[in-house]
Protein backbone atom coordinates (compact mmCIF):
# COMPACT_ATOMS: atom_id res chain seq x y z
CA UNK A 1 0.00 0.00 0.00
CA UNK A 2 2.67 2.59 1.13
CA UNK A 3 4.78 1.17 -1.90
CA UNK A 4 1.48 2.38 -4.56
CA UNK A 5 1.27 5.76 -2.75
CA UNK A 6 4.95 6.82 -3.26
CA UNK A 7 4.33 4.92 -6.89
CA UNK A 8 1.08 7.68 -7.47
CA UNK A 9 3.24 10.44 -5.95
CA UNK A 10 6.37 10.12 -7.97
CA UNK A 11 4.59 9.45 -11.31
CA UNK A 12 2.38 12.53 -10.47
CA UNK A 13 5.49 14.75 -9.69
CA UNK A 14 7.26 13.76 -12.79
CA UNK A 15 4.48 14.44 -15.01
CA UNK A 16 3.85 17.92 -13.38
CA UNK A 17 7.40 18.35 -14.19
CA UNK A 18 7.61 17.52 -17.73
CA UNK A 19 3.91 19.32 -18.02
CA UNK A 20 5.45 22.62 -16.96
CA UNK A 21 8.39 22.16 -19.16
CA UNK A 22 6.64 21.47 -22.40
CA UNK A 23 7.57 24.61 -24.29
CA UNK A 24 5.94 23.51 -27.45
CA UNK A 25 2.14 24.87 -27.24
CA UNK A 26 0.54 22.45 -29.89
CA UNK A 27 -3.27 22.93 -30.92
CA UNK A 28 -4.89 19.80 -32.38
CA UNK A 29 -5.20 19.91 -36.64
CA UNK A 30 -9.28 20.63 -36.80
CA UNK A 31 -8.57 23.83 -34.43
CA UNK A 32 -5.45 25.06 -36.01
CA UNK A 33 -7.19 24.88 -39.64
CA UNK A 34 -9.85 27.13 -38.88
CA UNK A 35 -10.19 29.98 -41.35
CA UNK A 36 -10.31 33.49 -39.69
CA UNK A 37 -13.68 34.66 -40.34
CA UNK A 38 -12.45 38.41 -40.25
CA UNK A 39 -11.50 39.64 -43.17
CA UNK A 40 -7.53 41.26 -43.63
CA UNK A 41 -8.33 44.44 -44.03
CA UNK A 42 -6.69 48.06 -41.95
CA UNK A 43 -9.94 48.71 -40.37
CA UNK A 44 -9.95 45.48 -38.69
CA UNK A 45 -5.86 45.33 -38.33
CA UNK A 46 -6.29 48.60 -36.50
CA UNK A 47 -8.95 47.75 -34.49
CA UNK A 48 -6.68 44.48 -33.25
CA UNK A 49 -4.11 46.68 -32.34
CA UNK A 50 -6.39 49.01 -30.47
CA UNK A 51 -7.64 45.33 -28.19
CA UNK A 52 -3.67 44.00 -28.31
CA UNK A 53 -2.26 47.46 -26.59
CA UNK A 54 -5.40 47.41 -23.94
CA UNK A 55 -4.74 43.80 -23.34
CA UNK A 56 -1.85 42.14 -24.51
CA UNK A 57 1.23 44.26 -24.68
CA UNK A 58 1.76 44.40 -20.61
CA UNK A 59 3.24 41.37 -20.82
CA UNK A 60 3.99 40.54 -24.81
CA UNK A 61 5.70 44.02 -25.64
CA UNK A 62 6.00 46.30 -28.51
CA UNK A 63 5.64 44.90 -32.11
CA UNK A 64 9.42 43.99 -33.45
CA UNK A 65 10.79 45.41 -29.93
CA UNK A 66 11.32 42.02 -27.63
CA UNK A 67 10.48 43.72 -24.72
CA UNK A 68 8.44 41.19 -23.29
CA UNK A 69 8.28 40.32 -19.46
CA UNK A 70 10.77 38.08 -18.37
CA UNK A 71 7.78 34.91 -17.54
CA UNK A 72 8.60 31.37 -18.20
CA UNK A 73 7.92 31.05 -20.74
CA UNK A 74 8.78 34.63 -22.11
CA UNK A 75 5.85 35.34 -24.02
CA UNK A 76 6.69 35.96 -27.67
CA UNK A 77 6.84 39.45 -30.03
CA UNK A 78 4.30 39.37 -32.51
CA UNK A 79 6.73 39.54 -35.02
CA UNK A 80 8.49 36.04 -34.08
CA UNK A 81 8.98 33.59 -35.76
CA UNK A 82 7.68 31.23 -33.06
CA UNK A 83 4.27 33.13 -33.37
CA UNK A 84 4.14 33.14 -36.71
CA UNK A 85 4.87 29.39 -37.01
CA UNK A 86 1.14 29.41 -35.96
CA UNK A 87 -1.53 28.81 -38.02
CA UNK A 88 -4.48 31.99 -37.72
CA UNK A 89 -7.05 29.29 -36.23
CA UNK A 90 -4.02 28.17 -33.67
CA UNK A 91 -3.52 31.66 -32.49
CA UNK A 92 -6.98 31.92 -32.30
CA UNK A 93 -7.29 29.29 -29.91
CA UNK A 94 -4.04 30.15 -27.70
CA UNK A 95 -5.92 33.57 -27.26
CA UNK A 96 -8.79 32.04 -26.26
CA UNK A 97 -7.87 29.22 -23.86
CA UNK A 98 -4.75 30.61 -22.65
CA UNK A 99 -2.16 28.48 -20.62
CA UNK A 100 -0.42 28.27 -17.61
CA UNK A 101 0.66 32.58 -17.24
CA UNK A 102 -1.09 33.04 -20.43
CA UNK A 103 -4.70 34.49 -19.75
CA UNK A 104 -7.77 33.03 -21.48
CA UNK A 105 -9.75 35.87 -23.14
CA UNK A 106 -12.75 33.86 -23.80
CA UNK A 107 -14.78 35.80 -21.04
CA UNK A 108 -13.30 39.35 -21.78
CA UNK A 109 -12.84 39.54 -25.45
CA UNK A 110 -15.85 38.78 -28.03
CA UNK A 111 -14.75 36.61 -30.05
CA UNK A 112 -15.05 39.10 -33.63
CA UNK A 113 -12.59 40.80 -31.57
CA UNK A 114 -10.23 38.29 -30.71
CA UNK A 115 -10.36 37.11 -34.41
CA UNK A 116 -9.05 41.19 -35.49
CA UNK A 117 -6.53 40.31 -32.40
CA UNK A 118 -5.36 37.61 -34.94
CA UNK A 119 -5.46 40.43 -38.04
CA UNK A 120 -3.46 42.31 -36.21
CA UNK A 121 -0.97 39.89 -35.53
CA UNK A 122 -0.73 38.19 -39.19
CA UNK A 123 0.21 42.13 -40.40
CA UNK A 124 3.61 41.21 -38.98
CA UNK A 125 3.43 37.45 -41.02
CA UNK A 126 5.68 37.63 -43.90
CA UNK A 127 3.97 36.05 -45.78
CA UNK A 128 1.52 38.89 -45.41
CA UNK A 129 1.50 42.51 -47.01
CA UNK A 130 1.70 44.92 -43.97
CA UNK A 131 -1.21 47.07 -43.78
CA UNK A 132 0.25 48.79 -40.76
CA UNK A 133 3.07 51.11 -42.28
CA UNK A 134 4.18 54.34 -40.42
CA UNK A 135 4.19 56.90 -43.44
CA UNK A 136 5.81 60.06 -42.68
CA UNK A 137 3.67 62.79 -42.49
CA UNK A 138 1.83 64.95 -44.79
CA UNK A 139 1.75 68.50 -45.00
CA UNK A 140 -1.49 69.81 -44.86
CA UNK A 141 -3.40 73.43 -45.32
CA UNK A 142 -6.94 74.05 -43.56
CA UNK A 143 -9.53 77.30 -44.64
CA UNK A 144 -12.54 77.56 -42.97
CA UNK A 145 -15.15 80.08 -42.86
CA UNK A 146 -18.39 80.10 -40.15
CA UNK A 147 -21.82 80.08 -41.18
CA UNK A 148 -23.56 82.24 -38.62
CA UNK A 149 -27.30 81.74 -40.60
CA UNK A 150 -27.26 78.12 -40.37
CA UNK A 151 -24.77 77.87 -37.69
CA UNK A 152 -22.21 75.68 -39.94
CA UNK A 153 -18.91 75.59 -40.18
CA UNK A 154 -17.39 74.90 -43.85
CA UNK A 155 -13.58 73.93 -44.32
CA UNK A 156 -11.72 73.55 -46.54
CA UNK A 157 -8.28 70.71 -46.77
CA UNK A 158 -5.46 70.37 -48.86
CA UNK A 159 -2.30 68.37 -48.50
CA UNK A 160 1.27 68.67 -50.32
CA UNK A 161 1.85 66.53 -53.05
CA UNK A 162 5.40 64.80 -53.52
CA UNK A 163 6.17 67.94 -55.99
CA UNK A 164 5.19 70.22 -53.48
CA UNK A 165 1.84 71.21 -55.20
CA UNK A 166 -1.58 71.76 -52.35
CA UNK A 167 -4.11 69.91 -53.90
CA UNK A 168 -7.46 69.28 -52.74
CA UNK A 169 -7.51 66.75 -49.62
CA UNK A 170 -10.79 64.15 -49.85
CA UNK A 171 -12.27 61.60 -47.87
CA UNK A 172 -10.40 62.96 -45.10
CA UNK A 173 -11.74 63.63 -41.19
CA UNK A 174 -11.03 67.27 -40.13
CA UNK A 175 -12.16 67.80 -36.17
CA UNK A 176 -13.75 71.14 -34.80
CA UNK A 177 -12.72 72.00 -31.83
CA UNK A 178 -13.96 74.32 -28.75
CA UNK A 179 -11.09 76.90 -28.16
CA UNK A 180 -10.83 76.63 -24.35
CA UNK A 181 -8.39 78.94 -21.41
CA UNK A 182 -6.13 75.75 -21.42
CA UNK A 183 -6.44 73.72 -24.51
CA UNK A 184 -9.65 72.66 -26.93
CA UNK A 185 -12.30 70.41 -26.64
CA UNK A 186 -13.71 68.10 -29.14
CA UNK A 187 -17.28 69.12 -30.26
CA UNK A 188 -17.05 66.67 -33.45
CA UNK A 189 -15.86 66.02 -37.16
CA UNK A 190 -16.62 66.14 -40.51
CA UNK A 191 -15.18 64.50 -43.77
CA UNK A 192 -13.93 66.39 -46.99
CA UNK A 193 -15.85 64.84 -49.98
CA UNK A 194 -14.19 64.75 -53.31
CA UNK A 195 -13.36 68.69 -53.58
CA UNK A 196 -12.07 68.38 -49.89
CA UNK A 197 -14.29 70.47 -48.62
CA UNK A 198 -16.22 69.70 -45.55
CA UNK A 199 -19.09 71.02 -43.52
CA UNK A 200 -20.31 70.54 -40.03
CA UNK A 201 -23.36 71.60 -38.50
CA UNK A 202 -22.63 73.22 -34.87
CA UNK A 203 -25.27 70.91 -32.49
CA UNK A 204 -28.19 73.11 -30.60
CA UNK A 205 -26.08 71.37 -27.38
CA UNK A 206 -22.96 73.47 -27.84
CA UNK A 207 -22.96 76.49 -25.37
CA UNK A 208 -21.05 79.64 -26.16
CA UNK A 209 -20.56 83.07 -24.41
CA UNK A 210 -23.59 85.54 -23.19
CA UNK A 211 -23.70 86.47 -26.58
CA UNK A 212 -24.45 83.18 -28.00
CA UNK A 213 -20.30 83.28 -29.22
CA UNK A 214 -17.34 80.60 -29.10
CA UNK A 215 -13.89 80.47 -30.74
CA UNK A 216 -13.54 77.10 -32.65
CA UNK A 217 -10.49 75.72 -33.84
CA UNK A 218 -9.93 73.07 -36.71
CA UNK A 219 -7.58 70.38 -36.28
CA UNK A 220 -6.55 67.27 -38.25
CA UNK A 221 -5.25 63.61 -37.72
CA UNK A 222 -1.50 63.45 -36.11
CA UNK A 223 -0.14 61.96 -39.39
CA UNK A 224 -0.47 65.29 -40.75
CA UNK A 225 1.30 68.53 -40.42
CA UNK A 226 -1.17 71.62 -40.56
CA UNK A 227 -1.48 74.90 -38.33
CA UNK A 228 -4.52 74.25 -36.48
CA UNK A 229 -7.17 77.27 -37.84
CA UNK A 230 -8.86 79.32 -35.13
CA UNK A 231 -12.18 81.18 -36.13
CA UNK A 232 -13.07 83.42 -33.63
CA UNK A 233 -16.30 84.71 -31.83
CA UNK A 234 -18.58 82.55 -34.04
CA UNK A 235 -21.92 82.81 -33.18
CA UNK A 236 -23.36 79.91 -33.64
CA UNK A 237 -24.64 79.03 -30.49
CA UNK A 238 -28.22 80.12 -28.47
CA UNK A 239 -27.45 82.64 -26.13
CA UNK A 240 -26.09 81.50 -22.54
CA UNK A 241 -28.36 83.30 -20.27
CA UNK A 242 -29.19 81.87 -16.70
CA UNK A 243 -33.01 80.76 -16.52
CA UNK A 244 -33.39 80.56 -13.21
CA UNK A 245 -31.06 82.65 -10.55
CA UNK A 246 -32.51 80.33 -7.59
CA UNK A 247 -31.18 77.04 -9.55
CA UNK A 248 -28.36 75.30 -7.97
CA UNK A 249 -24.78 76.59 -8.56
CA UNK A 250 -26.38 79.23 -10.71
CA UNK A 251 -27.07 81.86 -8.48
CA UNK A 252 -22.92 82.34 -7.79
CA UNK A 253 -21.74 79.88 -10.47
CA UNK A 254 -19.51 83.01 -12.04
CA UNK A 255 -18.18 86.39 -11.41
CA UNK A 256 -20.66 88.08 -14.02
CA UNK A 257 -23.88 87.02 -12.45
CA UNK A 258 -22.97 87.54 -8.93
CA UNK A 259 -25.56 89.84 -7.61
CA UNK A 260 -25.56 92.72 -5.35
CA UNK A 261 -27.12 91.95 -2.83
CA UNK A 262 -25.40 88.47 -2.53
CA UNK A 263 -22.53 90.35 -2.13
CA UNK A 264 -23.11 92.67 0.28
CA UNK A 265 -24.73 89.93 2.69
CA UNK A 266 -21.96 87.59 2.55
CA UNK A 267 -19.85 90.78 3.30
CA UNK A 268 -21.96 91.72 6.22
CA UNK A 269 -21.73 88.19 7.41
CA UNK A 270 -17.87 87.52 6.93
CA UNK A 271 -17.47 91.67 8.97
CA UNK A 272 -19.99 90.30 11.80
CA UNK A 273 -17.94 87.05 12.50
CA UNK A 274 -14.82 88.59 12.22
CA UNK A 275 -16.33 91.57 14.90
CA UNK A 276 -17.57 88.41 17.10
CA UNK A 277 -14.19 87.33 17.47
CA UNK A 278 -12.14 90.42 18.06
CA UNK A 279 -15.36 90.76 20.98
CA UNK A 280 -14.24 87.82 22.45
CA UNK A 281 -10.14 88.11 22.62
CA UNK A 282 -11.40 91.68 24.18
CA UNK A 283 -13.01 90.43 26.92
CA UNK A 284 -9.92 87.53 27.80
CA UNK A 285 -7.50 90.27 27.66
CA UNK A 286 -10.05 92.59 30.05
CA UNK A 287 -10.03 89.37 32.43
CA UNK A 288 -6.51 88.38 32.20
CA UNK A 289 -5.88 92.42 33.47
CA UNK A 290 -8.93 92.37 36.39
CA UNK A 291 -6.85 89.18 37.32
CA UNK A 292 -3.46 91.07 37.74
CA UNK A 293 -4.65 94.38 39.60
C1 LIG B 1 -0.05 37.97 -18.13
C2 LIG B 1 0.81 38.00 -19.29
C3 LIG B 1 0.20 37.78 -20.66
C4 LIG B 1 -0.82 38.47 -21.25
C5 LIG B 1 -1.61 39.63 -20.67
C6 LIG B 1 -0.97 37.91 -22.56
N1 LIG B 1 -0.08 36.90 -22.76
FE1 LIG B 1 0.10 35.79 -24.45
N2 LIG B 1 1.49 34.63 -23.51
C7 LIG B 1 1.99 34.85 -22.25
C8 LIG B 1 2.90 33.78 -21.92
C9 LIG B 1 3.66 33.65 -20.61
C10 LIG B 1 2.92 32.92 -23.03
C11 LIG B 1 3.67 31.61 -23.17
C12 LIG B 1 2.68 30.55 -22.69
C13 LIG B 1 3.19 29.13 -22.85
O1 LIG B 1 3.86 28.85 -23.84
O2 LIG B 1 2.85 28.35 -21.97
C14 LIG B 1 2.02 33.48 -24.01
C15 LIG B 1 1.78 32.91 -25.23
C16 LIG B 1 0.98 33.47 -26.20
C17 LIG B 1 0.73 32.88 -27.49
C18 LIG B 1 1.27 31.57 -28.00
C19 LIG B 1 2.61 31.75 -28.61
C20 LIG B 1 3.19 30.42 -29.04
O3 LIG B 1 4.22 30.05 -28.52
O4 LIG B 1 2.58 29.78 -29.89
C21 LIG B 1 -0.09 33.74 -28.16
C22 LIG B 1 -0.62 33.57 -29.56
C23 LIG B 1 -0.36 34.84 -27.29
N3 LIG B 1 0.29 34.64 -26.09
C24 LIG B 1 -1.16 35.92 -27.60
C25 LIG B 1 -1.59 36.84 -26.67
C26 LIG B 1 -2.57 37.85 -26.96
C27 LIG B 1 -3.18 38.11 -28.32
C28 LIG B 1 -2.81 38.51 -25.79
C29 LIG B 1 -3.82 39.61 -25.55
C30 LIG B 1 -5.17 39.39 -25.96
C31 LIG B 1 -1.95 37.93 -24.80
N4 LIG B 1 -1.24 36.92 -25.36
C32 LIG B 1 -1.88 38.37 -23.48
C33 LIG B 1 1.67 35.87 -21.41
C34 LIG B 1 0.65 36.79 -21.61
Redesign the pocket.
Given at each position: MRNLIRYIFITLLVFSFLNSNS???VVADDIASIQNPSPYTLQNVNKGKE??LK??????GDAGKNN??P??????D?TSA??H??SEG??FH??TA??????Q?ETS?SEDD?WR??NY?MNFNPANEPLLVDAPKINAKLLGSVNEAEKKVEVLAEFQDKDGIYKKLANTPVFINSKKTFGKIKIGQATTDENGRAVYQIPETVVGDAEGKIDIIISMEDNYTVNELLLENAKVCAPNVAENLFDEAVLWGTNDRLQPWLLVSYLAIAVGAWLAIFYVVFQIVKIKRLGKE
Open positions: QEWLYNCKSCHALLVPIPPVQMANALKIGRGTMPFIRIVI
